[in-house]
């Protein structure tokens, strides 16, 4: 069995940073790539950032706009999302997720439907 588990989200004061990592396990995991959407209240889940374990590409979504960075490591099957100048509206729930893994055919990156394991999200909260 898969598991994707979360850390590192709590409260934070508008223009902090924040690091969250992610790590994922089970003996038959592989992955080419782990991204991180979020959800805010109300909202629908939004693609964040990801990288492709084959190159260490990475791709964000347009409104991260150079505040947040995503890293990881592949053998360790860890992804990391460095989170700086944090905004109100950065508040939401974090989610870690991976794709199915196998022989790479393209799946848009950014679109939760690319990724078959999921984590239960960890809470980033920001205030003034």
């Known amino acids: 069995q898969v598991q994707v588990v979360e850390s590192g989200g709590r409260s934070v004061q508008a223009g902090g940073s924040l690091r969250l990592s992610c790590a994922a396990s089970g003996r038959t995991f592989s992955s080419n790539f782990m991204g991180w959407f979020r959800q805010a209240p109300g909202k629908e889940r939004e693609f964040v950032g990801a990288?492709?374990?084959?190159?260490?590409?990475?791709y964000y979504a347009d409104f991260v706009k150079g505040r947040f960075t995503v890293s990881g490591d592949g053998a360790k099957n860890s992804v990391y999302l460095q989170l700086n100048s944090l905004k109100l509206e950065d508040t939401a729930v974090y989610y870690c997720a991976a794709d199915s893994g196998g022989t790479y055919r393209y799946k848009p990156i950014s679109v939760t439907g690319s990724y078959t394991y999921w984590g239960q999200g960890t809470l980033v909260t920001v205030s003034t």
């Open positions: 990288i492709m374990w084959s190159g260490g590409d990475t």
